[in-house]
């Protein structure tokens, strides 16, 4: 079955960086786009990047460009979120998603504290 497993989260101050890691199994990674979505506490769930199957187009949210950047392995089946210039409203948990098979599969998720 489909698995996407996050990590990498954690505390960090203001300005400083973090690079998230998903690892993915159940599919055939290399033939789907992957997404990183995050979630604050009292927010809905929004979309913070995405990467197609080769890796050759991305897309980032408004508030993230210029700032993160997602990148996959497909060997490895994995895909990151390098974060840099974090905001302590980049404080979120942020979860690892893909839609497979008309169905949207989600990581656990993994929790970014950013503040002073």
């Known amino acids: 079955q489909v698995q996407l497993v996050e990590s990498g989260g954690g505390a960090v101050q203001p300005g400083g960086s973090l690079r998230l890691s998903c690892a993915a199994s159940?599919?055939?990674?290399?033939?789907?786009?992957m997404r990183w979505y995050r979630q604050a506490p009292g927010k809905e769930r929004e979309l913070v990047a995405a990467?197609?199957?080769?890796?050759?187009?991305?897309n980032y949210a408004d508030f993230v460009k210029d700032r993160f950047t997602i990148s996959r392995d497909n060997a490895k089946k994995m895909v990151y979120l390098q974060m840099n210039s974090l905001k302590p409203e980049d404080t979120a948990v942020y979860y690892c998603n893909t839609f497979y098979y008309n169905m949207n599969y989600w990581g656990k998720g993994t929790l970014v504290t950013v503040s002073s």
């Open positions: 990467i197609s199957s080769a890796g050759l187009r991305t």
């Open positions: 159940g599919f055939t990674f290399s033939t789907y786009a």
